[in-house]
């Protein structure tokens, strides 16, 4: 991993893949990053402007269920389900890996994270790599932006 802003960098699924077998409780945040995020260390609710108790975020951790499948298309569905963010909340938004403590579900039913400890960025070839992973499967999975009729 490289450095960017004091932070290492993930450059490949897995890469990312490896870092979640070595380390529980991590999760992925969309957001401008860390200083902007721990600055304030919680996430509000957007439609009723409420401070949440931590920071929303997606789990990295494998699920039982997911019954010793690949880590490296765990990790890619964790990234593509979530990957039009940028596009939703502007410039600057990219995602980063942290380990903490979950204290408490959000609105969309997200984890919220408190403790939270940064531990680095993921380049954006990475999301490229993921959506090629999730997008080469045999039965297409689309992602969890879904839009009405």
């Given at each position: 991993m490289d450095e960017s802003d004091g932070l290492p960098?993930?450059?490949?699924?897995?890469?990312?893949?490896?870092?979640?077998?070595?380390?529980?409780r991590l999760y992925v945040r969309w957001s401008r990053?860390?200083?902007?995020?721990?600055?304030?260390?919680?996430?509000?609710?957007?439609?009723?402007?409420?401070?949440?108790?931590?920071?929303?975020?997606?789990?990295?951790?494998?699920?039982?269920?997911?019954?010793?499948?690949?880590?490296?298309?765990?990790?890619?569905?964790?990234?593509?389900?979530?990957?039009?963010?940028?596009?939703?909340?502007?410039?600057?938004?990219?995602?980063?890996?942290?380990?903490?403590?979950?204290?408490?579900?959000?609105?969309?039913?997200?984890?919220?994270?408190?403790?939270?400890?940064?531990?680095?960025?993921?380049?954006?070839?990475?999301?490229?790599?993921?959506?090629?992973?999730?997008?080469?499967?045999?039965?297409?999975?689309?992602?969890?932006?879904?839009?009405?009729p």
């Open positions: 960098v993930v450059r490949t699924l897995a890469e990312l893949a490896d870092l979640a077998g070595r380390y529980e990053g860390p200083a902007v995020d721990l600055a304030r260390s919680s996430s509000t609710d957007d439609l009723t402007g409420l401070a949440l108790p931590g920071l929303s975020a997606n789990p990295l951790d494998m699920e039982e269920w997911w019954q010793g499948r690949p880590a490296r298309l765990w990790v890619a569905r964790r990234l593509y389900d979530y990957s039009h963010l940028p596009h939703d909340k502007g410039p600057g938004v990219r995602p980063w890996v942290l380990q903490g403590h979950e204290r408490g579900r959000g609105p969309d039913n997200e984890p919220l994270v408190a403790d939270v400890r940064p531990m680095c960025w993921i380049d954006p070839v990475v999301i490229d790599e993921a959506r090629d992973a999730v997008e080469g499967q045999e039965t297409a999975w689309g992602p969890l932006r879904r839009t009405g």
